[in-house]
């Protein structure tokens, strides 16, 4: 007679601190495993997994497929999105009903959030991010120096907060100035959000400022002026 103890384990795990932009899909790992000896762990296939969002910080969180069977690897998954931003998780169950070809008496069921070695709820945090300019418009003579800030701010759920280390690039989609950068045309935002750029001009006219933030600094996830929704408006000199 063996006796085996059974595991759940859910990804990403709150210690992972796993972000999205809203809207954007995450894949929600279950990972069911036996151990015959308390060291070794072993990975079950054909278990069967329940999912469920155990809390939803944001709203308007979904979760699918809801419950199926883990595959060669003992795994299985479903897709998390959420349109709004906060925190969401998600609990587990797996029933093993069998083990080496062989029918277990009474089916072992493990659920998340139970303790060792069982793992906690996944966690996955939601966020949505803006950019602003200013001034948005302002008025200069010809060979002065103007400089524009741009502010970025991320919300998890608990309201705007300004995200320091993104890059943000400038740029002059409208320049009837012959305007030119006084420096780079790129800064990183400060601890208060804040980056900025400086530009000259030789001529009379209309001058557009563009801005944007990488702020997963990896091109997934860019706010742009001039888009909307929480975005301002490209600023005009």
Known sequence: ??????????TPTPEDDAINKVGQQHTIVATVSVTENGSTWTPVPG???????????????????????????????SQLVANDPGVVRVSGSATISSYNGLAIAQPVT???????????NAKK?????????????????????HTVTATVEVNDGTGWAA??????????????????FVGGT???????????????ASAP????????????????????????RENSADAAK
């Open 47 to 77: 278990a069967s997994v329940t999912l469920a969002i155990a809390s939803d910080g944001t709203g308007s969180a979904s979760l699918n497929p809801l419950s199926g069977t883990t595959n060669g690897s003992g795994q299985f998954s």
């Open 110 to 120: 493990v659920s998340t959030g139970t303790g060792s070695p069982n793992s906690e």
């Open 186 to 200: 790129s800064d990183t935002t400060d601890g208060s959000g804040e980056a900025s750029a400086t530009i000259t």
């Open 1 to 10: 007679k063996t006796y085996i103890e059974a595991k759940i384990e859910l």
């Open 163 to 180: 995200k320091s280390g993104v890059v943000v690039t400038f740029s002059l989609p409208t320049n009837n100035a012959g305007a030119t």
């Open 205 to 228: 006219g209309l001058v557009k400022i563009h801005a944007s933030a990488d702020i997963f600094g990896d091109g997934t996830y860019l706010v742009t002026t001039g888009r909307g």
């Open 125 to 145: 945090t939601y966020i949505a991010a803006r950019i602003t300019l200013d001034p948005l418009e302002a008025y200069n003579g010809i060979g002065d120096n």
